[in-house]
Nanobody
Framework: VQLQASGGGVVQAGGSLTLSCAAS????????MGWFRQAPGKEREFVAA????????NYANSVKGRFTISRDNAENTVHLQMYRLQSEDTAVYYC?????????????????WGQGTQVTVSS
């Protein structure tokens, strides 16, 4: 599946931003979708994941209560709403798709990746 992420930009600390990821597949609701991020000099880290039916959702502790993941299976899109952004949230954000039957935080369980979109939080 091909993934196209968008919505990144520069935002002041405390602000909000919404990322979107469009998927080119006829079986979008079969995939677990995840968001990851990678800051300069750091490893790619898990942000959030959502099951095909949206029944199961998981967040990294660092974003819990500030970020919301959602999906629209009719539009083949997944979104990441980010609130109360902090400088530590600055990173390239990637959406990813997984065939795994369970939500996972591990990078290597995701099969397809988007190209990434830069989020910069200025203090």
């Amino acid at each position: 599946v091909q993934l196209q992420a968008s919505g990144g930009g520069v935002v002041q600390a405390g602000g909000s931003l919404t990322l979107s990821c469009a998927a080119s597949t006829r079986t979008f609701n079969s995939y677990i979708m995840g968001w990851f991020r990678q800051a300069p000099g750091k490893e790619r880290e898990f942000v959030a994941a959502i099951s095909g039916s949206s029944a199961a959702i998981n967040y990294a502790n660092s974003v819990k209560g500030r970020f919301t993941i959602s999906r629209d299976n009719a539009e083949n899109t997944v979104h990441l709403q980010m609130y109360r952004l902090q400088s530590e949230d600055t990173a390239v954000y990637y959406c990813a798709a997984s065939w795994s039957p369970v939500l996972s935080e591990k990078v290597d369980t995701y099969d397809s990746w988007g190209q990434g979109t830069q989020v910069t939080v200025s203090s």
